[in-house]
């Protein structure tokens, strides 16, 4: 079985989904059709090339906007020293295969009633991460320069997807996504039936009083690269909720996310989501699945790490209802809820191979064994202290991994494999010569 191709090749594309709202009870979908899905999936990604990481740059007919914090408000756009001084100007003017450079600063609403920072246009990408110096892409610092959109706690959603749409480099928060119907959900961002592709973001401090506190998928196969979602609160999903969606998420991060009810760091339903690279640590959720939540969907785990994950009734790390659970190369450890602390699942049907799981669970080549992590995280006071969930040498996960569902990098974009095979859990480790 082919691997995901490494980090060489062309920008990211989002590949053919299956659409779960057609089948009238998703869960009911068996489980060798699941794999056969994600073994086309990984198949089209090695046939094509696609690799997320890759710089994103515009069409043989695409312009480049600019915008700036501090601009005047008198420019067109044309140049950073004709830029516009709000990202949303920038995409009203633009058309497909444009971009749009933003220098880093704050952006907020433009005007008391307006209930987003940014709507999304169908094939525009947004970059953030800029000096206002610029004039190649790959000049730009979006760790340095911090790009920031921010809500205010005043707009429902910061950011409002569309098809085709990139946004690579903000820090998104604010958000407040406690009106009605979809505007009680996803604070961050809000994607309904659109797929657009959002690469190294923050999501931190967003809210909803109903699904998704950073992010709402309703339908679509949104891509998630190199991503953070951090201190989010939701009813359902703290961080993330997936209706009727088959999202991707890559290098992932999901931390310190609150839910009242199920799925601390993301719920779906009727959903087949993945994730690979993807570490859960310190989310915590009222009734099931701290990390995650799972209803009448089909979730895939390759290389993930969940730890210190909290539920105050059932499932620590993962909740399951209905649903049909694919965990691969990946590591439960350290979770805590009343009831079973790793995993709690009813009327599913959970397959977890070549994994480390605190309390063992059947399945092949899995491991009840401590995956001796550089440093486990913990609670404190009821805050959850951050870890680092490097592998040390010794660990049982070093070697054990199985080849055929790994990405070709972990989520430090470091290679793997790195000695005799492929590693469990989100870090590949590196030995120091």
């Not at 480099?169 to 406690?178: Q, S, Y």
Request: net charge negative; charged share 15%.
């Amino acid at each position: 079985m082919p691997v995901i191709q490494d980090r060489a090749g062309s920008a990211w594309s989002v590949p053919g989904t299956v659409n779960v709202s057609a089948y009238p009870f998703p869960f009911l979908i068996s489980l060798p059709a699941f794999i056969i899905f994600n073994f086309l999936f990984l198949t089209v990604l090695f046939i094509t090339g696609c690799s997320p990481g890759t710089e994103v740059t515009g069409g043989a007919a695409g312009s480049v906007l600019y915008v700036r914090s501090d601009a005047s408000g008198t420019g067109d756009g044309s140049s950073w020293e004709q830029a516009l001084a709000h990202p949303q100007e920038a995409l009203d003017r633009a058309g497909s295969g444009d971009q749009i450079w933003v220098a880093g600063g704050s952006y907020g609403p433009r005007t008391p009633l307006d209930e987003m920072v940014i709507s999304l246009k169908e094939g525009v990408r947004i970059l953030g991460g800029f000096r206002g110096l610029e004039t190649a892409v790959d000049q730009r610092d979006p760790y340095g320069a911090e790009t920031i959109l921010d809500g205010g706690s005043q707009v429902y959603h910061v950011v409002v997807g569309a098809k085709g749409a990139v946004i690579d480099g903000f820090t998104i928060t604010g958000g407040h996504a406690h009106g009605t119907g979809t505007d009680a959900a996803g604070g961050g961002m809000i994607n309904i039936a659109v797929s657009p592709t959002v690469r190294r973001c923050l999501f931190r401090n967003n809210s909803a009083a109903y699904l998704g506190g950073a992010v709402y998928n309703e339908g679509g196969s949104p891509v998630f690269e190199d991503c953070v979602f951090e201190d989010n609160e939701a009813t359902y999903g703290g961080a993330m909720d997936n209706y009727h969606s088959s999202a991707y998420v890559i290098n992932g991060r999901f931390r310190g996310n609150v839910s009242l009810q199920n799925g601390g760091g993301v719920s779906d339903y009727f959903s087949s989501t993945r994730f690979i690279n993807c570490v859960f640590s310190g989310n915590r959720t009222t009734f099931s699945g701290g990390a995650m939540f799972s209803y009448s969907s089909s979730p895939f785990l390759s290389n993930c790490s969940l730890t210190g994950n909290r539920s105050e009734q059932n499932g620590g790390a993962l909740g399951s209802l209905n649903s049909a659970p694919t965990l691969v190369n990946s590591i439960l450890w350290n979770n805590d809820a009343t009831n079973d602390t790793e995993l709690f699942s009813t009327g599913s049907e959970v397959k977890i191979t070549y994994s480390i799981i605190r309390g063992g669970h059947p399945g092949d080549a899995n491991l009840d064994l401590d995956p001796r992590f550089v440093q486990e995280g913990r609670w404190e006071s009821g805050e959850w202290i951050e870890g680092d969930y490097r592998l040390t040498a010794g660990s049982p996960g070093i070697d054990s991994g199985v080849e055929g569902y790994s990405a070709n990098f972990d989520i430090e974009d470091n290679p793997r494999p790195q000695l005799l095979s492929y590693d469990r859990g989100a870090y590949e480790y590196v030995p120091i010569e």
